[in-house]
């Protein structure tokens, strides 16, 4: 689930963090170009949606920077990534960085009362209209995941979380009293609470930090020990278009 082709959050370490530029703070208006005459004010410090570990059920949009080098440790590129949550009818929405033609499709299962079983589940791909269903779902992440127990995305990849309580650094990307408790300010940078991930695929590891009600923060992929790729969160917007719901309710 390369962030390139596949949804694929992970951690940022102190490169990502250097690399990380300057937030505009402020607010902004858009024209409304089907009237001509209306504008919205967009809040440059939205509020995170939820508890759900990826906000799927929501207007929500990220932007990334992503930085990818050789295995020498030179820069290959770097550039901005988008990441597209569309909703795709009966509960399934594609997840897809950079193109929104093409991607995954994604469900939310609350696990019939079983804990273990509710998560983010990926249940296919999809291509411009056409949707391609999986016989049978896989759960990508869970909502209540336990350190030390993994699991199977696909042969030979699997998935496991480091800690549920990781502090991950970004922009300054949420405000008001109540969010600054959860994630201070310090030095510029707001100190998010996150759960990190460890992806294993043969000698490439791939670790993902997710926010609850936010969804990718960062990632950072390795293989043999030598860094292939970060990416980090720029901004991030979004607003309840479903309410809370028994979504948030484990």
């Known amino acids: 689930m390369n962030p390139t082709h596949s949804p694929r959050p992970m951690r940022i370490t102190l490169l990502g963090t250097a690399l ?11 024209q409304d170009k ?28 990220s932007s990334f920077k992503y930085v990818e ?25 594609g997840y897809a960085f950079e193109d929104p033609r ?40 869970p ?21 549920a309580d990781t502090a991950f650094y970004t922009d300054i990307l949420f405000q008001g009293s109540d969010e600054v408790e959860k ?20 000698d490439t590891l791939t670790y993902y930090h997710f926010r609850r009600g936010v969804g990718c923060l960062g990632f950072e992929r390795s293989t043999r020990g030598k860094l292939l790729a970060t990416g980090y969160i720029q901004t991030f917007s979004g607003k309840s278009r479903y309410g809370s719901g028994p979504l948030y309710g484990l």
């Open 20 to 30: 990380i530029g300057a937030f505009l703070v402020g607010g902004c208006a858009l």
């Open 34 to 61: 089907a009237s001509g005459t209306e504008t919205v004010s967009i809040d440059p410090f939205p509020k995170p949606l939820g508890e759900a570990i990826i906000p799927l059920e929501q207007e929500a949009f």
């Open 69 to 93: 080098f050789d295995t020498a440790g030179g820069l290959v590129m770097r550039k901005d990534l988008d990441l597209h949550i569309i909703p795709k009818g009966q509960d399934r929405y």
């Open 102 to 141: 093409h991607g995954y499709l994604l469900t939310w299962k609350d696990g019939n009362g079983n804990r273990d079983s509710a998560g983010v589940y990926i249940i296919g791909s999809f291509r411009d209209t056409s949707l391609a269903i999986d016989s049978n779902p896989v759960l990508w992440l």
């Open 143 to 163: 909502q209540f995941p336990k350190p030390g127990v993994s699991w199977s995305i696909e042969p030979g990849r699997v998935m496991d979380l480091i800690s």
């Open 183 to 202: 994630a201070p300010i310090e030095r510029g940078f707001q100190k998010q609470p996150t759960l990190l991930f460890r992806e294993t695929y043969g």
